[in-house]
């Protein structure tokens, strides 16, 4: 499937959704580069934990504190996870975040996907978005660009839940 032949959406998660959100966890590769976190066990990754998921999903959403989406291919395989996640709290500014499955890297999933996570944002009413990745991540560095954000520059950033602080490379765009 080329490029110009791909469509994806952009949507919450389902519970009929269980069987591609499977799916793609048990196929994925090995990881294929350092930035890729390819395949790991999922043992446990049953249509309960599925369940449980989507529920926490919803209550985050409902309390405005992050959105979670699946990006769906034409055939409804999960090819990508995209998150908005509220950093302040008049509910304005958020981070996003993507994953693309190495088994559809190289397609224009990330790129697709982030353009439609911008339309997102704007519904729900975000007007700055974050984006943060690994300082030597020339291809997520060259999509934010191509896309219209601004390069702020290497900052320490906040993960892990104030466990580590990683210098990343930051880029923000206004909505």
């Known amino acids: 499937m080329s490029e110009q032949d791909l469509v994806i959406t952009l949507r919450p998660f389902r519970q009929d959704d269980f069987n591609a959100w499977l799916w793609v966890h048990e196929h994925q590769h090995p990881s294929m580069n ?24 919803e209550e985050l959403s409902e309390n405005h504190d992050a959105f979670v989406f699946g990006a769906f291919d034409q055939e409804q395989r999960l090819c990508a996870i995209a998150q908005l996640i509220t950093l302040s709290d008049d509910l304005k500014t958020a981070e996003l975040k993507l994953r693309v499955f190495n088994l559809y890297f190289n397609r224009g999933v990330g790129k697709q996907s982030l353009i439609l996570l911008l339309e ?7 007007s700055k978005l974050l984006a943060h990745c690994s300082l030597h991540h020339e291809v997520a560095q060259k999509l934010f660009t191509s896309l219209g954000f ?26």
């Open 34 to 57: 350092s930035f890729d976190e390819g395949y790991f066990p999922t043992q446990g990754f049953n249509e309960r934990y599925f369940n449980s998921l989507i529920t926490e999903y």
């Open 120 to 126: 997102k944002a704007k519904e729900i009413g975000y």
């Open 150 to 175: 601004s390069d702020e520059g290497h900052k320490l950033v906040q993960e892990c839940d104030q466990v580590c602080w990683p210098t990343k490379h930051v880029f923000s765009i206004n909505l």
